[in-house]
Each structure stands twice: as C-alpha cells, then as structure tokens.
C-alpha cells in the first residue's frame, strides 16, 4: 500500500482551491460539504497559503500548480493537484457519500478509471439509508456506551442491530420503529422477529426488477413466490434462501390465499426475513393488500416494494404509449377476472372516461368485456391489443379491434400471461412503430 487512508476533519478549516473551471469548482463544493471554509482562487498567490490545512489545484496554467504544490509542500500543507501525480502530496480517493458513513477506494493512482468502476458496484449494494442508520447509531452511542460497558456484549448486539430488523426498518422508511428496536436492545432485549417484504418482481426480466428488489433478494432467509416468477429473477436470490412456491393458476389455486397470509406471519415470528416476491407490482391486481393487511394485523413489520406491472412493461416493449395528449389522456387498469362467471365492471364508467385501457387476466371474458363495452358506446372500430409475456424477449402481440381479438383469441394464445389494451393509444403506438422511436417522435407523447 503505497499510500496511507485517512479521513481529515476540516470542518471550520481553511482550504486553498487553485483554478478557474469545472473541476476547479467540484472540488470546492467536495470541500465545502466537509464543512471546510474554502478559498478559490483563479491564479496561485504564496499568502493565499496562509493558515490553510490543505490546498488542491486544476484548471489553472501549469506554473502556477507547480508553484501551488512547491508552497504548499515547502509548509507542510497536503496538496493535490488533479491529473498530476508527480505535485501532489495526497490523492483523492472514489467516495461514497452515505453521510455519516464515507467510502473511499483508491487505486493508489494506478487505475482511477478502475476505482470509479468499482464505486459504482459499492454504490448499487449500499443504499443510502446506510447513512441513516449510522446516524441512528450515533444518537444512541453515548447511551449504548453507558448501558453496554462490556466491549464484547456491545459489539454483539450493535452487530445485532445492523443486521437485524432495527436496520431493515430503517432501510424501509420506518425510523420510529427502528428506535423503538434500539431502545429494546438498550433495555436488553434482543428483537427475535423478522421482517416480511412484499416486493414486486416486475413482469420476468430480471433488470427491470428494481435495485431495492434485487439486494432484498440477496438479503433474504426465505423466499415465497408466485407462478409467474422466472429463474431469470429466482437467480438473483441467496443460494441458500429456502424458496416456498405457492403459484396460483386460475380456478386452481395450489394453495389458497389465507395460508399464504398466515405463512408469512409464521415465517417472520420465526425471525427470518421473508421475501414475498410477486408478478408485476404487489399491489397491483396481487392480493398484496391482503397480505398486507394479515400482517398489520398480527404485528409484523413489513415493506412494499413497487415492481413495473404488466400494462407498464407490455405498453413500453410494444412502443405504446398509456396516455397521448391527442389519444387518450387517461389509463386505466381493470381486472376481468369474474365472479361466478360474472365480469363485474361499471361499463358505463370505463366508456364515459375513455382513454387507454388495461385489462389484467382478461382473456376468458374477452366476449363479455366487448359486448359490455359496444352496449355502453365504445365503437367497434376502436383499436385493441393483445400482449402475451410482456417485457419479455417472447413478448407478442396481436392486434386489431375487439371483435377481431375474440375470434383470434383462443388459436393465437400460447397461454402466457396476457395483457388486454384498447384505446386509441393503441394505434399510436403502431404509427411510433413505423416511424421509429426517434425523440422527436417520443417528445409528443
Ligand atoms: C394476478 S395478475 C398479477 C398482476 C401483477 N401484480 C402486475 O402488477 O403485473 C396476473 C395477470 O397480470 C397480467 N400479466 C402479468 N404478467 C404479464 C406479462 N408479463 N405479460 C402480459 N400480462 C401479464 C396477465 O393479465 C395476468 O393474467
């Protein structure tokens, strides 16, 4: 290791900045978050030295830097000049600013690039909440201190703490909770519950999961899913997270909503971190609010984590755009799933709103759902769509008017999951097909 990692307190200390330009100014500002007092200069003067603590040069002529790290050097003050190895006393590390917590890799100046890179990955797994969590600890440290004298005991339940449910509820927004847990901790106590996370795995394709989704399902002990979920996103998971399969298929349900609810419940009184992982958004025609509701109920902490919903991933692959200034200023989402063989839907409503329309699990009342909406007014000549896989490489499509659709249904359909849209939105996709996704076409949209 050619050079040594500190961190410097500046706050309140003078920091010299030679230059006049962009790089000049970030430094300044990188400087000014360490609540240092900054100096910025355009041109080198040896008194601009006085009484600082460091001093960093770019985009100022090269005598004047040479001059900068000469000076500053000669004081003992460190000094940095960006892109010049050979005048700087220090180097300024890649950081990741997760205030209280800092990150700082260095290649020791060998490949910046590299170092850039690899903050990135940091970036991705640490979410900012990290810095919350560290502040939370640092309000409780004096208390902690007092209460844990014993270092061992202490490092067991901070790490207790940190990996446990007290910062999966600070990563999930609930900070309240999360104190209420280090006040138990600090009362000796040790939470043994887990925590549920309703997350949404979007409709298959791995990287259209969120960032929060793919760590929770690095993170997780248990993973429950659904049907609709591929290896693609199952990949993603801890090797070994146990994995409990309970997939619905229509009019066969393999296991029936309220022993999911009390699965979950049991799983987190267990103390394991469960992640429910379903289709598309959670909350979005996936029954996440019941489960939700059973886990109010019996006191679990949990978090919902939205995913892309099908109508979403379906409209954006086949370049159909929800809602058009000029064809249709409204979407939305219906579910044609029936009730004793009954589309229970406010036709009149869904006519007189008009705009785009998205129907979740509309195949087999397809019939219903057009003649509901042709009694209520819709033309017959309105375009609709079907959409199998949507947001998959296997996407496909069938388009046409509702009447169309019905005939074609049953011999087109590979029985994926399929997406019904119908609105004039539908037909401007197809133009946004023929003239590409140019901005200019996308700008109106
Ligand atoms: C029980 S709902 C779940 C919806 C899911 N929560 C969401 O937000 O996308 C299942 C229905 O969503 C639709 N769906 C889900 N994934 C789909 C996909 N990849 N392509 C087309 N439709 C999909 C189908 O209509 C399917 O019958």
Redesign the pocket.
Known sequence: MRHFPIFLDLAGRVALVVGDGPIAERKALALRESHAEIRLRARFDPADLEGCAIAIGADAPIADLQALSDAAQARGIPVNVVDKPQLCSFITPAMIDRDPLTIAISSGGAAPVLARLLRAKIEAVIPPAFGRLAAMAERFKARIRERLPDLAQRRRVLEDLFTGTAADLVFAGQEQAAEAVFEQALAGHVPSGGMVYLV?AG??AADLMTMRAQRLLGEADVIVHDR?IGDAVLDMARRDADRIYVGKVRAHHCVVQEDINGLLVRLAQEGRKVVRL?????F???RGGEEAEALHAAGIAFEVVP?V???L??AAQAKIPLTHREAGRSVTFITGHTKEGRLDVDFETLVAIGGTLA?????VSLPQLRDGLFAHGMDRAMPAML??????PR?RELRGTLDTLVAQAASWSQS????VLIGASVARGIALRDIGTSSGALADA
Do not use: N, W
């Open positions: 949404g409709p298959g609709l379903k289709g598309g958004d959670p979005v025609f996936g995913g919903t099908a109508a991933a379906c129907v979740y699990m509309g195949i959409i199998e896989r949507g947001g998959s996407q994926g999951p399929t997406l």
